[in-house]
């Protein structure tokens, strides 16, 4: 009895555990959704609660009838399952997306020091909300005990009310899929892990609604063919050198004369491309779509089919020395196995465990590699990926040059309404950092005589948001706003007679073509080859595709048409707010998408 007095208890707890979260990120809820939350969320609530009662009979088994260790057995589970669902909650705030096998693999890796930073005014918060949530169950437990004997319930009414919940929520998600009711959609994707039926093709079927009206994306899946044909290449007058500035987590409002000084001078110089966007909102679909032209969509074809980039396939053609000088790990995520299999003696990481010591370390590594690579009679490429401003720690014992500002990310203090001045200013402290590492390298560049045949390129990965669209979004990999995929994109070119800005867009697909095309030989057309096209020519492309393979979006200068994670679709202007689904022409999105699968076989 007690063991399902806490049962039924706990299911009420995570119910409205589930419904303030939903409520708190959603703008507004109509009367259906309500409905929808309620019944979804003691739905969801009671299957989770299921795990530590059926968990708890392995004692019951095993111990005597009036034996409190199954019941404080139950508790303990309960009580840990409330803490994963506020540590899902925390990391759902911050990416729009739930724990999962991914996080849990980087979280628990050997360079997750290089991902996750937790310092100590945040660890301190963690443990006293884990230790409110133990006390709140260890209450409860003592309450049930007492309480025990003079409650009387009936275990087939309990089945038969949650089986009937059930079965509600269950035709309200059936209902909401039909009807592309955008609140109920956003309240399931709210709830950890909640995979509800849906019947659309069942309906269609049947004549109840219109599949022909209906948004839909479908993207093809199969061996890759990358390039479409076989490239044709011519030899190159020069040789020129290469070297690759990046910087994880670049937000495009800290390239300014105040906050990268040293980069900002440098630009004078330099190609800059004021409206590039990234081809993800998170490292590994980034680097991937910069160095093959291609979508992450393609990803894990890519690697199961053993390709390569073909620039770096150039580049070996042509014999040059390959360098790379990453802070974070390129193992996790696992950018080498993907990438970079070809290249012999690659440097992983720089190992120090700490990215301001690994930036620091690599900046130097690099410049003694250049130093002694332009006495070689070799041509280079060098590719330098710092990781400080991702990192969103204050280095110790380093003065901050802008004020107030916190010493360290503290994620559990972060929502819609709070003033990110401190943060802000704790993010640009550490980019003003890398600017100074940055200015080294190119400083090196500049008193070797190497910058005369060097091609420099300085960007970022992705970018890192400060809740700029007021929607309670802090980091990146949350949403496909230019927040979060708009980076700072300038190229230096030797002998560059006439640097200017272009305005038109640009985006990480067009990289590695227009290296290729420009300066290594390339003569076959930009369609066989990438997604993009060369950087200084406009494109008259309506949308680019920008994310993962789970979790991807079809940008264009008005709309954004997400596929979520779960597979729904979510339509929103630039700035998120939600849009009429009638207003985007899926005719186009359709042959956007048909366009993008023209590298399966």
Not at 117 to 129: A, C, D, R, S
Not at 512 to 528: C, E, N, V
Not at 589 to 600: A, G, Q
């Amino acid at each position: 009895m007690k063991r399902l007095i806490s049962y039924l208890f706990s299911t009420l707890s995570l119910a409205l555990v589930f419904s303030f979260f939903t409520i708190s990120r959603i703008d507004t809820i109509d009367f259906t959704a309500w409905i929808y939350l309620i019944f979804s969320s003691l739905s969801h609530a009671s299957m989770i609660m299921l795990i530590p009662l059926i968990l708890s009979f392995i004692p019951y088994a095993l111990c005597k009838k009036e034996s409190n260790v199954p019941f404080w057995t139950m508790i303990g589970l309960t009580a840990l399952l409330f803490v994963i669902v506020f540590a899902d909650a925390n990391v759902y705030d911050l990416y729009r997306f739930h724990i999962n096998g991914i996080v849990l693999s980087m979280l628990f890796s050997a360079g997750s020091k290089d991902i996750f930073t937790f310092e100590g005014p945040m660890v301190l918060t963690v443990v006293l909300k884990i230790a409110a949530i133990i006390t709140f169950f260890v209450v409860m437990g003592w309450s049930i005990i007492k309480i025990e004997s003079k409650v009387k319930l009936k275990i087939l009414p309990i089945v038969l009310t949650l089986f009937g919940i059930t079965l509600v929520a269950q035709g309200l998600n059936v209902y909401a899929q039909a009807v592309r009711h955008s609140i109920c959609i956003d309240c399931c994707e709210n709830l950890p892990h909640y995979y509800p039926l849906s019947a659309n093709r069942k309906l269609a079927k049947m004549g109840w609604i219109d599949s022909s009206k209906r948004p839909q994306i479908n993207m093809s899946s199969g061996k890759i063919k990358y390039p479409l044909t076989d490239a044709n290449f011519v030899k190159p007058d020069t040789l020129r050198n290469f070297v690759w500035l990046m910087i994880d987590s670049w937000n495009v409002r800290s390239f300014d004369s105040i906050t990268s000084p040293n980069i900002y001078q440098f630009s004078k110089q330099c190609e800059i491309y004021e409206n590039h966007k990234s081809s993800s909102n998170g490292t590994i679909s980034s680097i991937f779509g910069i160095y093959t032209g291609i979508s992450d969509y393609y990803r894990e074809d890519f690697e199961l089919s053993d390709c390569s980039p073909l620039l770096i396939d150039r580049l070996q053609e042509l014999d040059y020395d390959i360098q790379f000088y990453p802070s974070a790990s390129l193992d996790n995520p696992p950018i080498v196995r993907t990438l970079f299999t070809k290249i012999k003696n690659l440097r992983h990481d720089t190992g120090l465990g700490d990215s301001y010591k690994n930036d620091c370390k690599l900046a130097k590594d690099c410049n003694v590699y250049l130093d002694s690579a332009v006495k070689r009679d070799q041509p280079f490429f060098a590719w330098c990926f710092f990781d400080l401003p991702h990192s969103l720690s204050q280095p110790d014992n380093v003065k901050k040059h802008f004020e107030p500002a916190w010493n360290s990310a503290d994620y559990t203090a972060l929502n819609n309404d709070m003033d990110p001045t401190e943060f802000w200013n704790l993010y640009r402290n550490n980019v003003y950092l890398v600017d100074s590492m940055i200015n080294t390298v190119l400083n090196t560049l500049e008193k070797t005589g190497a910058l005369k045949n060097t091609v420099v390129m300085i960007t970022g990965d992705h970018s890192q948001e400060f809740n700029e669209n007021h929607k309670n979004y802090w980091g990146h990999n949350g949403n496909f706003t230019n927040a979060q995929i708009q980076v700072p994109m300038m190229i230096y070119y030797p002998q560059l007679e006439n640097p200017c800005r272009y305005s038109h867009q640009t985006t990480h697909y067009d990289v590695a073509y227009t290296m290729l095309y420009k300066f290594l030989g390339l003569t076959s057309p930009a369609s066989d080859i990438c997604m993009g096209h060369l950087m200084n020519e406009p494109s008259d492309a309506q949308y680019f595709i920008s994310g993962s393979k789970q979790n991807f979006a079809l940008v264009s200068d008005s709309f954004i048409v997400e596929k979520r994670p779960g597979g729904n679709i979510k339509v929103t202007d630039k700035n998120l707010n939600t849009v009429d689904e009638s207003k985007v022409d899926f005719a186009v999105i359709s042959k956007e998408l048909t366009d993008l699968n023209r590298f399966y076989k």
